[in-house]
């Protein structure tokens, strides 16, 4: 029985969608193929329909979660709301949903190059998308503390996970919040 160019693109996009959320949560050891397809409800066996390896889903998976906030037609972010949701409890406890920077960076230092190739032009226009929204007199300054916010939003938020104490965790990200609040980094 063969299926509509619909139902192909839909079952592409199920198991995108649960090969991005069981990577952020269990890592991409953690997550077998079978497991994915399971997940989107398909067998495994319509697994290389789609892809090549494991890998190249990884990379596509990369390229599907971060499409939305990448390129020219990125919507523009307002930075401070973006920080006021990135460093919440809600973010730091549902890594399956969360950032693919604050759940899987350091793994993917070791992903493909078509996986990092994704992350890197994704951070590409998040910094270029952020910078628009910073304080700073020139471009370059603007820049800067776009890095810098983010690299220090995203520290927070992996260093939240690690902590088994939740008062600290919680602390982490409300001092981050209130640090980024004070370094007038943003425009409020």
């Known amino acids: ?12 996009k199920l198991i995108l969608d649960a090969a991005a959320r069981m990577f952020r949560e269990r890592g991409f050891e953690g997550v077998t193929v079978a497991d994915v397809m399971k997940a989107a409800g398909l067998t495994h ?30 919507p523009a972010i307002d930075f401070a709301a973006f920080a006021d949701g990135y460093l919440s409890n809600k ?60 690299a220090a939003m995203i520290g927070a938020v992996t260093l939240s996970r690690v902590l088994n104490d939740p008062v600290l965790s919680g602390q982490v990200l409300a001092d981050v919040k209130a640090w980024l609040e004070r370094s007038n980094a943003v425009e409020k």
Not at 1 to 12: F, H, T
Request: hydrophobic share 35%.
């Open 1 to 12: 029985m063969k299926i509509s160019k619909e139902q192909v693109a839909e079952n592409r």
């Open 45 to 74: 066996g319509a697994f290389y329909g789609h892809f090549t390896s494991k890998d190249d889903l990884l990379a596509q998976a990369f390229a599907h979660t971060l499409a939305p906030y990448s390129g020219p037609d990125a």
């Open 91 to 150: 973010h730091r406890d549902n890594p399956g949903i969360g950032c693919l920077f604050s759940t899987l960076a350091q793994e993917a230092t070791r992903a493909s190059d078509a996986a990092r190739t994704t992350m890197t032009e994704s951070a590409r226009s998040q910094i270029e998308n952020f910078s628009r929204s910073m304080v700073g007199e020139t471009d370059v300054d603007r820049r800067q503390a776009a890095v810098g916010n983010w």
